[in-house]
């Protein structure tokens, strides 16, 4: 990537890249957001490829997804593309569809980001802006640069491209400002930058340290799905350092920060160098497995020189109060407990006081081996217990097994005779 103009960008004169002093290539975008660049470009629209896309292209990573800007409204989107659903309350968005369940996501222009909340919901038109509002309302300025299918140069009206070029994750304005309209852009500051090997601006890195108490200000299921999304893609000990480092542990996990403060940062980092093996190979992690593996150390310490450990009430005590917190669902509530609970039962394969058969049947069996697989894979010990249990329960099925169907009772010919459900 080469800059072509050296002098930074302002909102009035972005700096334009043109083809031939980038690397994005046509090729490295999806054929489906392509056609729906074209499609919006041919029909007069201003059509923009947004945010991560870009920014992974320009970086030679894959993208996990494309986003598409437009001036297009709403309905003039809808009316090209047969294959189109307008979403969104507060603001319309077309999702597009295609085969294989993929989403292109395009949204118009605007001037204020979704997640301001103060005035309510808004419908009215009001809120569509230009390409240069579109930029700003966005949270960091290495997710506001534009790729311009019209020439396929990119635009950068926020000096994303040098930030991009310096490894730094930037608020756009002031970060206690987009801080507060948005607290959960603090977990994503902190999950661009592990996942990118970026460091924090020292404004925006001061500013979460000065609200990350008001973490809570945002919605909270958005807290649990960026934490395991920071998670997921091999990133997970830079995640967790970071988050530490800058008191988001403290703020949202209070618990386990007390931990890692007695017993220091490491075995958290080993068992995750293996859930990052995972997150790297492309393997789709658990949500589960992920908070699993962040409890797991706090529960360990609090079972360990206890004479005869109630394994699932430790469970549930650990876990209750992280779990109303971060209100994780009950479903996954109960994997994580009972996956926890299990792991003595892996390390304990050789002892006869527990029955192999007993745990095999149990339906978060093969739930619970993944966790062990976490837990124990550090050591070679450890990793023959795990090929060990993988022999064992060779042909267990990934599911929670069905309710038993009951047979019809055959007792010779007596067709009147009516079926008692039980
Ligand atoms: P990923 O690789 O995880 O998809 P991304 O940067 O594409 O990263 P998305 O959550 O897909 O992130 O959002 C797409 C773009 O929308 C972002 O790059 C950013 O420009 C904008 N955006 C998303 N969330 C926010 C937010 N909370 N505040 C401001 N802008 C946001
Ligand atoms: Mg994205």
Not at 66 to 91: E, M, V
Not at 141 to 148: I, R
Not at 156 to 181: H, M, Q, S, T, V
Not at 402 to 411: H, L, S, T
């Amino acid at each position: 990537m080469s800059n072509s103009e050296e002098h930074p960008s302002s909102a009035s004169h972005p700096v334009i890249v043109s083809r031939p002093d980038h690397n994005i290539s046509r090729k490295d975008i999806d054929p489906d957001a392509l056609k729906v660049l074209y499609r919006l470009h041919h029909h007069g629209h201003i059509a923009y490829l947004v945010g991560g896309g870009v920014r992974d292209l320009l970086l030679g990573r894959k993208p996990k997804d494309f986003d598409i800007s437009t001036s297009a409204h709403p309905t003039q989107i809808r009316k090209l593309f047969s294959n189109c659903r307008l979403i969104g309350r507060r603001f319309r968005l077309a999702h597009i569809y295609f085969r294989g369940g993929k989403i292109i996501e395009v949204s118009t222009f605007r001037t204020i980001s979704e997640f301001n909340t103060e005035d309510g919901p808004i419908r009215s038109d009001n809120t569509f802006g230009t390409p240069e509002e579109d930029a700003s309302r966005r949270d960091f300025t290495v997710n506001a640069l534009f790729y311009n299918i019209a020439d396929f140069s990119i635009i950068d009206y926020l000096d994303g491209l040098n930030d991009l070029k310096a490894g730094i994750i930037r608020c756009i304005g002031d970060p206690i400002i987009r801080f507060r309209e948005d607290p959960i852009r603090m977990l994503r500051a902190v999950r661009f930058a592990s996942l990118l090997g970026f460091s924090l601006d020292a404004a925006s890195a001061a500013g979460i340290s000065t609200l990350r108490n008001e973490i809570w200000d945002g919605a909270v299921p958005r807290i649990l799905e960026e934490i395991v999304r920071m998670m997921d893609r091999g990133n997970s000990g830079a995640a967790l350092s970071l988050l530490h480092q800058i008191g988001l542990v403290e703020s949202i996990l209070p618990e386990i920060n007390s931990h890692i403060r007695k017993a220091g940062l490491n075995e958290y980092l080993d068992i995750l160098s293996r859930l990052d093996q995972y997150g790297r190979d492309g393997t789709i992690l658990k949500p589960w497995l992920t908070i699993a593996v962040l409890v797991y150390p706090l529960y360990h310490s609090g079972i360990t020189g206890l004479h005869r450990p109630d394994h699932l009430k430790s469970a549930r005590e650990v876990l209750s109060p992280i779990a109303e917190r971060i209100q994780i669902p009950r479903k996954i509530r109960d994997t994580i407990r009972q996956s926890l609970a299990a792991q003595h039962r892996f390390f304990a394969l050789g002892d006869r006081r527990y029955s192999r058969q007993a745990i095999l049947r149990k339906s978060y069996f093969l739930d619970a081996l993944s966790l062990f697989e976490m837990i124990a894979g550090g050591t070679q010990e450890g990793r023959n217990l795990i090929s060990s249990w993988k022999e064992i329960g060779k042909g267990v099925p990934d599911r929670a097994p069905r309710p038993k169907r009951r047979r019809k009772r055959r007792r010779g010919p007596s067709p009147n005779q009516p079926s008692i459900p039980r």
